[in-house]
């Protein structure tokens, strides 16, 4: 079975600084994708950052980037010059490919620090 | 361009009763998820569906069942309500594309409560 583990409940970061959250999986499966995933009080999961698991290279969106290892099966959120919006619920989340069955961690609480 | 959008937002009921819940995906897509997630906890893949048929179902009893529409909106149904079904119920759209969907759009979600 494929598990995704975050053990960080919460994390503080003040304005403008970098923070970097923690995400391992287990999985005997070779070709998968890895999300993390943004969820405000609104409730609403919001993608902030895909990578596949084929390529080596780690992806980024803006203010966001990852470390991608895969034989150590991990995949750290790196957000830069932490905004106040960024806080939220993070989810790390990993799916096979051709698998429509998406499972998630536990959750990183962060908070932004003015 | 709207969204996708899930209602109620909130509901209570109490235990052994029956439960629908309502989707509508984000304009295009054609592919309803719907996940559950308890307090605390991520959410955990319920079901999908595509062209009006459950394609793949999670570790979910089968009082959970689901239902599409042509017109791509999907409803969740839940009988005999147990204590352990409040959560946050969620549900996400997708364009299938090759027999899998590679971008999920998520609502709000409705909150579950049972008595």
């Known amino acids: 079975a494929q598990t995704v583990t975050q053990s960080q409940p919460e994390m503080s970061v003040q304005e403008a600084e970098t923070v970097t959250l923690s995400c391992t999986y287990d999985t005997s499966e070779s070709d998968y994708y890895l999300f993390w995933y943004k969820q405000p009080p609104s409730r609403q999961m919001i993608l902030v950052i895909r990578q596949e698991a084929y390529k080596q290279q780690n992806a980024t969106e803006n203010r966001f980037s990852v470390n991608f290892q895969k034989a150590a099966k991990s995949f750290s959120l790196k957000i830069s010059d932490s905004q106040l919006g960024d806080a939220a619920m993070y989810f790390c989340a990993y799916r096979r490919r051709n698998n429509n069955d998406m499972r998630f961690g536990a959750g990183t609480r962060l908070t932004v620090k003015p | 361009d709207a969204g996708v959008t899930q209602s109620p937002t909130h509901l209570i009921k109490t235990r052994g009763q029956q439960v629908t819940l309502r989707c509508s995906p984000k304009s295009g897509h054609d592919t309803v998820s719907w996940y559950q997630q308890a307090l605390g906890q991520g959410p955990q893949f319920i079901f999908q569906?595509?062209?009006?048929?459950?394609?793949q179902r999670g570790n979910f009893p089968d009082r959970f069942s689901g239902h599409q529409f042509p017109n791509y909106s999907s409803e969740l149904n839940v009988n005999a309500l147990l204590l352990g079904d409040s959560a946050l119920y969620l549900c996400a759209s997708s364009l299938r594309l090759g027999g899998t969907n590679e971008k999920l759009f998520f609502g709000s979600g409705t909150q579950l409560s049972v008595l």
């Open positions: 569906y595509y062209e009006e048929e459950e394609r």
